[in-house]
């Protein structure tokens, strides 16, 4: 082709093929993008989905912990662990997937944050998710290749090395042997071999890492937490089926009540888990109960709730439509499986029903000021405050990190802030009620030379001083005017003598007027202006000196 010379419409027909090309290129690398972005969901959903399950695990046996730490406690105790040391690897994870993302984009990690990440609920838990679709780099692979396995880094040794450690820790609680297949996370052990596309052998880092763009070592990442969720499901499965039977005899049957809470507010329900340390599957139980009472009697029975319950247990719902705490007692009818006799098991139990409450106390004063941090304590009685949710009529209510106080701060033109509060309890919002702080702007200081605004001063003293400072009286917060601009006067030979000075500091001519000042002539600053934190001008107070 280069043996002539090509005409301008031969070259234009030769451009049009290359960028065609490219543009075919891009589709297929969209479409190669847009099933990554599929897949990453779906695993991001199932590791949530198994997550959930095992908190389900978790919480019977925790359960069971508590109707019986003895024979249970060691299995309970297990099962902390793998929580720890699961949460302990993801959390990992999560970092690294962050970390990756950094660098590929060359942003900061509060950058990344903010402009890629969303807060949400997955299957109960809140957590921040990656929106790997709005990543614009998750095409690439250079940055990633370099930090995972090219460079001095060498990030995914590290994660093999958690990875294998994690994966020996459940193959040992399990005792199950190093090659068991039961366990995910499979990196680098014996049998397992890897090739790259030319046939070249390769380790697992380097297969799964090199030359990968960001949007598959994400999905890697999210399929590797969901392999550490399953690991985790199936551990605590197992766990919880070590429970033997014998830890359920019949013979160490005692009455339990397991509340979901003691103090519950007006307008919600108590609720809680009536059962006994065993139970059989097919059996029934019939539970009774009488309310504003420590036992239930012959006298009092007559009177009682009838609960149908099975598998040995049942559950209490009672409205909770009077404030104050509320006593019941009740009993628990089963077979005895060795006399065939109904045999009653008593319990009791008490909660308490308040109203919402929300308490907000200023920690200075009693009114919020304009232009100034005003720190304030919020609390909710009963309820943690992971659970509360605050705002605020205008301006800004947050958490200060150092002090874990709330601040509020205020803007120019308000009269009045409310804060108001409410709780998220059982996926319900609750309002906990609001209150009003009148907002007022910085009172004035007032301004002074050497501590004072009006007397007798020393000369060397005043010359010491040397500026106007403002001081605030009998106010709480730490903050501070800044002089603007004043006028210095006086009397010299019967002419009244004036400057006008920007800034607090007394000039080298006003300095020279004083060391020749006569004894009991008057210095007057007056015009004093100052600005204040919220930004306005204030006008303060003369000063009027007399030298001794």
Same mark, same amino acid.
């Given at each position: 082709?280069?043996?002539?010379?090509?005409?301008?419409?031969?070259?234009?027909?030769?451009?049009?093929?290359?960028?065609?090309?490219?543009?075919?290129?891009?589709?297929?690398?969209?479409?190669?993008?847009?099933?990554?972005?599929?897949?990453?969901?779906?695993?991001?959903?199932?590791?949530?989905?198994?997550?959930?399950?095992?908190?389900?695990?978790?919480?019977?046996?925790?359960?069971?912990?508590?109707?019986?730490?003895?024979?249970?406690?060691?299995?309970?105790?297990?099962?902390?662990?793998?929580?720890?040391?699961?949460?302990?690897?993801?959390?990992?994870?999560?970092?690294?997937?962050?970390?990756?993302?950094?660098?590929?984009?060359?942003?900061?990690?509060?950058?990344?944050?903010?402009?890629?990440?969303?807060?949400?609920?997955?299957?109960?838990?809140?957590?921040?998710?990656?929106?790997?679709?709005?990543?614009?780099?998750?095409?690439?692979?250079?940055?990633?290749?370099?930090?995972?396995?090219?460079?001095?880094?060498?990030?995914?040794?590290?994660?093999?090395?958690?990875?294998?450690?994690? @994966?020996?820790?459940?193959?040992?609680?399990?005792?199950?042997?190093?090659?068991?297949?039961?366990?995910?996370?499979?990196?680098?052990?014996?049998?397992?071999?890897?090739?790259?596309?030319?046939?070249?052998?390769?380790?697992?880092?380097?297969?799964? #890492?090199?030359?990968?763009?960001?949007?598959?070592?994400?999905?890697?990442?999210?399929?590797?937490?969901?392999?550490?969720?399953?690991?985790?499901?199936?551990?605590?499965?197992?766990?919880?089926?070590?429970?033997?039977?014998?830890?359920?005899?019949?013979?160490?049957?005692?009455?339990?009540?397991?509340?979901?809470?003691?103090?519950? #507010?007006?307008?919600?329900?108590?609720?809680?888990?009536?059962?006994?340390?065993?139970?059989?599957?097919?059996?029934?139980?019939?539970?009774?109960?009488?309310?504003?009472?420590?036992?239930?009697?012959?006298?009092?029975?007559? @009177?009682?709730?009838?609960?149908?319950?099975?598998?040995?247990?049942?559950?209490?719902?009672?409205?909770?439509?009077?404030?104050?705490?509320?006593?019941?007692?009740?009993?628990?009818?089963?077979?005895?499986?060795?006399?065939?006799?109904?045999?009653?098991?008593?319990?009791?139990?008490?909660?308490?029903?308040?109203?919402?409450?929300?308490?907000?106390?200023?920690?200075?004063?009693?009114? #919020?000021?304009?232009?100034?941090?005003?720190?304030?304590?919020?609390?909710?009685?009963?309820?943690?405050?992971?659970?509360?949710?605050?705002?605020?009529?205008?301006?800004?209510?947050?958490?200060?990190?150092?002090?874990?106080?709330?601040?509020?701060?205020?803007?120019?033109?308000?009269?009045?802030?409310?804060?108001? =509060?409410?709780?998220?309890?059982?996926?319900?919002?609750?309002?906990?009620?609001?209150?009003?702080?009148?907002?007022?702007?910085?009172?004035?200081?007032? =301004?002074?030379?050497?501590?004072?605004?009006?007397?007798?001063?020393?000369?060397?003293?005043?010359?010491?001083?040397?500026?106007?400072?403002?001081?605030?009286?009998?106010?709480?917060?730490?903050?501070? #005017?800044?002089?603007? @601009?004043?006028?210095?006067?006086?009397?010299?030979?019967?002419?009244?003598?004036?400057?006008?000075?920007?800034?607090? @500091?007394?000039?080298?001519?006003?300095?020279?007027?004083?060391?020749?000042?006569?004894?009991?002539?008057?210095?007057?600053?007056?015009?004093?202006?100052?600005?204040?934190?919220?930004?306005?001008?204030?006008?303060?107070?003369?000063?009027?000196?007399?030298?001794?």
């Amino acid at each position: 082709m280069a043996g002539y010379k090509e005409t301008p419409r031969q070259k234009m027909i030769a451009m049009m093929y290359l960028v065609l090309t490219a543009l075919l290129a891009l589709n297929v690398s969209k479409q190669i993008l847009d099933a990554f972005l599929v897949v990453n969901e779906s695993v991001e959903a199932s590791h949530g989905s198994i997550a959930a399950k095992s908190r389900q695990l978790y919480g019977a046996l925790d359960q069971q912990y508590q109707l019986n730490p003895e024979k249970v406690g060691t299995f309970w105790e297990k099962a902390q662990g793998v929580k720890e040391k699961t949460n302990e690897l993801i959390d990992y994870i999560e970092d690294l997937k962050l970390k990756l993302v950094e660098i590929t984009e060359r942003k900061s990690r509060e950058e990344v944050l903010e402009k890629y990440y969303k807060d949400t609920v997955l299957y109960g838990e809140k957590k921040k998710v990656l929106m790997l679709g709005k990543v614009p780099t998750k095409d690439k692979y250079d940055a990633t290749t370099n930090y995972m396995v090219s460079g001095t880094k060498r990030e995914a040794y590290v994660l093999s090395a958690k990875m294998q450690d994690y @994966r020996n820790y459940i193959l040992e609680l399990r005792h199950l042997p190093p090659d068991d297949r039961k366990v995910g996370l499979i990196t680098n052990l014996e049998g397992v071999i890897y090739h790259d596309a030319d046939g070249q052998r390769q380790d697992w880092e380097n297969h799964n #890492f090199y030359h990968t763009i960001l949007a598959a070592d994400i999905t890697i990442l999210n399929k590797i937490i969901q392999e550490a969720r399953s690991a985790e499901f199936s551990t605590i499965g197992y766990l919880y089926r070590s429970i033997s039977e014998e830890d359920f005899k019949f013979g160490d049957v005692a009455a339990k009540i397991i509340p979901k809470s003691t103090y519950v #507010f007006k307008g919600q329900e108590y609720e809680a888990d009536v059962l006994v340390a065993a139970f059989d599957q097919n059996l029934k139980a019939t539970i009774k109960i009488v309310h504003g009472v420590d036992s239930i009697t012959s006298q009092n029975i007559s @009177r009682a709730q009838v609960y149908e319950g099975s598998a040995g247990f049942g559950k209490l719902k009672f409205p909770a439509n009077k404030e104050g705490i509320h006593k019941y007692a009740g009993i628990i009818e089963l077979v005895d499986p060795e006399t065939k006799e109904m045999t009653p098991y008593p319990f009791k139990g008490e909660y308490i029903v308040a109203p919402p409450a929300l308490t907000v106390s200023p920690l200075k004063m009693n009114v #919020f000021y304009i232009g100034v941090k005003n720190p304030v304590a919020i609390s909710a009685p009963g309820i943690p405050m992971d659970k509360v949710t605050t705002s605020i009529s205008v301006g800004k209510l947050y958490r200060d990190p150092k002090s874990n106080d709330y601040i509020v701060e205020v803007p120019k033109g308000q009269k009045k802030a409310i804060v108001s =509060a409410t709780a998220n309890l059982a996926g319900k919002k609750l309002s906990l009620g609001q209150v009003e702080f009148r907002v007022k702007r910085v009172p004035t200081p007032e =301004a002074t030379v050497a501590g004072i605004s009006d007397g007798s001063i020393d000369k060397n003293t005043l010359l010491a001083a040397g500026a106007v400072i403002p001081i605030m009286k009998d106010f709480e917060f730490d903050l501070y #005017f800044e002089i603007q @601009r004043f006028t210095f006067g006086t009397i010299i030979n019967g002419d009244w003598v004036q400057k006008n000075v920007n800034g607090n @500091r007394f000039t080298d001519e006003m300095k020279t007027i004083i060391r020749n000042a006569r004894s009991k002539q008057k210095i007057f600053l007056e015009n004093i202006q100052a600005k204040g934190p919220d930004g306005t001008i204030r006008s303060l107070n003369p000063v009027s000196l007399t030298l001794k």
